[in-house]
């Protein structure tokens, strides 16, 4: 059974309690008062174009990226669970987790050339994405997506059909679109000047490009 100065004890720790947050509210209230902001947590979920493959560890467009936030000065910090090899499929089962591990403001999904390359039913490609906007968004994020096209070699139906789920994802799921994360880089005169040996991964010299055309979509989203 507790004293009576013990019970006092308790409520004057309640009413200090009460004070301290009653305090607070009117900081936040009255003007010219500052919160500190939270830092914005950037995730970027992609594949081999942004997991830096046969590229100096920090010249990608990824670690690009951290150092124009910081040019900026925009309080925000990346995180790169980007995979070579990845599809939308893995991608999509990789992220619940990656969403509770990092609690990201921001995601950027960079996935789906793979699943071109491996000849999967676009359809399930499309699926794919739409689940893991969706599930970024409901996890509190906003979301970017990096739009793809392919080769001519793959079609010219295929090949616009591919292009065009990037577009209805974004749409449906109420992301913002990079319309075409190669830009500038696949679609140039003599696009082998800017891509490895293999002509599927862009050199060093490119990743420049592919922030350029992130950049101008995810920074409006960072005020």
Known sequence: MKTE???????????????????????????????AKTPSVILVVGDSLSAEYGLR??????????????REKLDARVVNASISGDTTAGGRTRLPALLKQHQPTHVILELGANDALRGQPLAQTE?????MARAARAAGARVVLAG???PPNYGRRYGQEFAQLYARVA??????????????VADVADPTALFQADRIHP???AQPLMLDNVWPVLKPLLR
Do not use: H, I, Y
């Not at 004057?12 to 004070?19: C, K, Q, V």
């Not at 560890?57 to 910081?70: F, I, M, P, T």
């Not at 699926?127 to 689940?131: A, D, H, S, T």
């Open 127 to 131: 699926g794919n994405l739409k689940e």
């Open 171 to 184: 749409e449906e799921a109420d992301a913002a679109l990079v319309p075409f994360f190669l830009r500038n």
């Open 203 to 205: 050199r060093e010299e």
């Open 148 to 150: 793809m096209q392919l």
């Open 57 to 70: 560890r920090g010249s990608g467009w990824v670690a690009l990226l951290q150092q124009r936030l910081e």
């Open 5 to 35: 100065f013990e019970d006092k004890q308790a409520a004057g720790g309640r009413r200090r309690w009460l004070t301290q947050c009653s305090l607070l509210a009117l900081a936040a209230w009255l003007p010219g008062t500052t919160v």
